[in-house]
């Protein structure tokens, strides 16, 4: 379609009026979190707890979380020569987000030979371009027994305090199990898609009916399991699901063939394109499966995903067919006209032009018009996370499917026995809540502990007026301690391992280098923190979520990133710039803007004005 101005003018119009409908003042409070009375609905349903005697003893590294995080800083640390490596894990086993998430079509959105992190070490194929969940979750077991992440972990155990003991140079970790044991170095790894959270229903609990979260899925109560096995006990069984985003658009299609019925209740479409997941020769695998292909891989990602020009794209997917729409629309205007506001605006018309095509797609595949009208996304395609899937769309042709489409407003209430959307009472047997996890939130609810520095200082208090760090990685204050996580650093939403694998490099040479020279402590200097976040907040911000955009987690629900949230954007000129920086800073030996020492003073001092 050829977007003309009137074209361009009526649908800004359309997005900002379904904009306006879906505002809320509370923003992220309108959620609330599986405790107290929900308690039950967070329970592990995948392995039995096991009791055991509390653990007081030392290691050189502590690792909060095991998921890719914990499992490649893992892998790095053991291969650096640290061999008391613990990670400490409130699931049953390895895996963070892919332990908890089983639920019927689970799989990566971004193409496993990129988010599949220690593939080259560990000689693993992935068996399609988009790796199901079972796949990926043996692949984190895998990585933990070559690298021997088994011996000191700790599962079904949740650190409640962190706390630097300045005397022994070293971090007391305590858990909810009982455990008081010290570490020399502690990393925390506790993701951004760990804390399930529902929406702020009236009535949730009042159901009398099965409910679950998507990510505690209950396969006792639906049949089948996490291998894509039919779910054979819903065939008699009226089932709702809560949400639209990315995990819905991947299991309604497994709901929507077992279930007798299906009610699917939407607040907001996703934009929905075509995912074209296929099976991975292993012949072709093994052909560009030369030493370092790997971090070629990554490398040619990010180069596709920055405003560079790269000359060849290995990945061919729906997220770098995002970049290079808005890298040609940009580079068809002459040079002389490289202002920000023109490549604004052609950026805006090359999205107009896309969600076009997008919606074209939903007339396309699904039958009924009314339907379809309403699983038409009208926003930019990156206001929300994209999707991409072969199955979603056709899912509403199945004639025990309704889409039950609330108009921005969300559902009502819940019954004893249903769902109120709309002024109509929906009965149903089961509720599956596809309502996500707490993104945007403060960290240290998310991570369940408030971490105290030197002088027992909090890290909530060093961040009461915004996140505070150096590379995104590096506390001042706070010695020893590292946060894998991608604000201030990467923030390569696309694929998450990527910042992973980049932080765990880092932490390896830092450790590796303080271990070697014998210091009992590193941390970055004060200067060398206010200046990260200097630039930090010099940077143009990024094309994902702005606040004119319609609400969800990329623009804080309809709030933006302001104030002091505006310091958890990323390096400004986007991942590959981070990425490069990194390498030189590693490459250096330098560890400019860190302090080596051994008793609180400047016995190594590698600082410096700018990081």
């Known amino acids: 379609m050829t977007t003309t101005m009137l074209d361009k003018a009526a649908i800004k119009k359309k997005y900002a009026d379904e904009r306006e409908k879906r505002l809320r003042p509370d923003g992220n409070a309108q959620y609330q979190r599986l405790e107290r009375a929900f308690r039950d609905l967070a329970t592990d349903p995948h392995t039995p707890w096991v009791e055991r005697d509390p653990v007081t003893d030392h290691v050189t590294f502590a690792f909060v979380g095991g998921g890719f995080a914990g499992l490649v800083v893992g892998a790095r640390l053991r291969e ?3 061999r008391d490596v613990r990670i400490i894990e409130k699931g049953g086993d390895v895996g963070g987000t892919w332990y908890w998430n089983r639920y019927p079509g689970a799989q990566c959105d971004t193409m496993s030979m ?10 693993h194929i992935p068996s399609e371009r988009y790796a199901h969940a079972t796949e990926i979750r043996r692949h984190c077991v895998r990585i933990a027994k070559q690298f021997g992440l088994y011996e000191h972990a700790l599962f079904h155990t949740e650190v409640i305090e962190l706390e630097w003991l300045e005397p022994k140079k070293c971090w007391r970790v305590q858990t909810n199990r009982g455990d008081d044991f ?13 804390v399930a959270k529902l929406p702020g229903i009236e009535g949730v609990e009042r159901f009398r009916g099965k409910s679950f979260h998507t990510s505690r899925w209950d396969y006792a109560y639906t049949g089948g399991d996490g291998d894509g096995a039919p779910m054979d006990r819903l065939g008699d069984k009226r089932v709702a699901i809560i949400g639209t ?6 299991c309604v299609p497994h709901l929507a063939k077992a279930a007798k019925r299906l009610f699917v209740f939407q607040r907001t479409p996703s934009s929905v394109d075509v995912r074209d997941n296929r099976p991975i ?6 052909s560009i499966a030369t030493p370092g292909w790997q971090q070629r891989w990554y490398d040619n990602f990010v180069e596709n995903q920055s405003q560079g020009t790269p000359t060849e794209d290995y990945i061919m997917d729906g997220w770098t067919e995002i970049s290079r729409r808005i890298r040609e629309a940009i580079l068809r205007l002459p040079p002389s006209e490289w202002t920000p506001e023109n490549m604004l605006a052609a950026f805006e018309d090359a999205d107009l032009r896309k969600m076009e095509e997008i919606r074209d797609r939903v007339d396309a595949i699904v039958d009924d018009k009314e339907t379809a009208q309403k699983l038409k996304a009208w926003y930019q395609q990156l206001c929300k996370r994209p999707c991409f899937h072969d199955s979603y769309l056709q899912a509403f042709n199945e004639p ?3 889409l039950v489409d609330t108009d921005g407003k969300g559902v009502e209430r819940i019954s004893e026995t249903g769902v109120w959307a709309n002024g109509r009472h929906y009965e149903v047997d089961c509720i599956v809540y596809a309502s996500g996890f707490e993104v945007g939130t403060d960290y240290t609810l ?3 502990f408030d971490l105290k520095g030197r002088g027992g200082r909090r890290l909530s208090e060093h961040w009461q007026e915004g996140m505070r760090t150096l590379h995104g990685l590096h506390i001042h204050g706070f010695p020893n301690a590292f946060m894998v996580q991608p604000n201030q650093a990467g923030n390569l939403v696309s694929n998450v391992p990527h910042n992973i694998v ?14 070697a020279e014998g210091f009992a402590e590193v941390e970055p200097t004060q200067d060398a923190e206010a200046a990260w976040v200097s630039l930090i907040l010099g940077g143009n911000g990024s094309l994902l979520g702005s606040p004119d955009c319609t609400p969800g987690y990329y623009n804080n629900e309809g709030q933006g990133y302001t104030g002091r949230y505006r310091q958890a954007q990323g390096f400004p000129g986007g991942a590959k710039a981070f990425f490069e920086h990194m390498e030189r800073w590693r490459a250096s030996g330098t560890f400019e803007g860190l302090r080596f020492g051994n008793d609180g003073t400047e016995d190594h001092p590698r600082s410096a004005e700018m990081p």
């Open 182 to 194: 010290t570490a020399k170095y502690v990393g925390m790894g506790t993701g951004p898609l760990h």
């Open 245 to 250: 985003g990315a995990t819905a658009v991947q």
């Open 400 to 402: 025990t499917t309704e």
């Open 80 to 82: 650096a020569g640290v």
């Open 446 to 448: 998310r991570a369940g």
């Open 114 to 123: 990129i988010y599949l992190p220690l593939l080259e070490e560990t000689g």
């Open 502 to 515: 980049d932080h765990a490099k880092t932490i390896a040479a830092v450790v590796s280098h303080a271990e």
């Open 281 to 286: 020769d292993p012949a072709w695998f093994r």
